[in-house]
């Protein structure tokens, strides 16, 4: 009976896309979060110069925060990023849409883990691999630098959609 | 004891953005579905001759359904694109976010209701207001119109996002 449970168990964990044992960790020790695709939307994005189409998710702290219009969220949000190459739709040009997957990145709030970049662990998984980006645990100065001109949002680009 | 059960069920009601009594309905006779920013994603796009961003979302039987690859998609599919004025963001003009709110578009699928239009029943609700598209409907061969060249992929332009 044991045995039926655990095998149930091992089934459940193998539907999801990413298993625990194989999560990617990036250089400073943030892990994936393997769930980032069913969290709410925050807002789509658009870059030209990387030629990316995008959609910012958070998780509830973070969804919740950004509702209420907290500024600085409190630590336990996540909000992901997800990239993909944008394309020309082939049966309507006018409109971009995404091709293939570039990249997930990932800011974690934890205003005493991470105080010296505005509370925000970074990390990025790039390519059908996921492949962990940086060499050592200082890649997050270049994330934080580019992040420092919105710091009065929370270091935050993105604002979340408004609906009516 | 009944009075305080009623009042809280009152609260959570008008906590929602859109109360049931005030739902819009197109004059197909679609309601609007107040929890389309809840469910999960199914893309990003750009449409740059409106200038809009958008994205699309479906509810629980479109998103299995798609990521099953699922055509046609089963009854009681929603989908729904939520369309905002793409702009350029203030400390990163290579970025394009959404701006103000445009409109919130649903596909419905019954293949027996909406036979004459592929499966589909179509709404649309604009600006704030949520205002209903169409005079009559008959708005709907608009909307049918111009998914036809896409109905060897059950009428739908978007394909679901893939992630490693």
Redesign the interface.
Known sequence: MLRIVWVGVALLLSAG??GAAERPVAPNGIAIYPDY??W??V????????GH???I?GNEIAVAGLRAGKNPLPDGSVLAK?A?K?EK?P??P?????G??VQ?EFMVKDAKKYKDTGGWGFARFV????KPYGKDANFVAECFGCHI??AKNDYL???I????
Request: proline letters at 9%; glycine letters at 2%; aromatic letters at 12%.
């Open positions: 896309s990413i695709m069913s709410k939307v807002a789509p994005s658009y870059r030209e110069d990387k189409i995008r959609i998710t997800v993909w944008a739709h049966n309507f006018v409109a971009t849409e995404p293939a997957f997930v390519g059908n691999e996921l001109p919105v680009f993105t604002k959609v408004k609906t009516p």
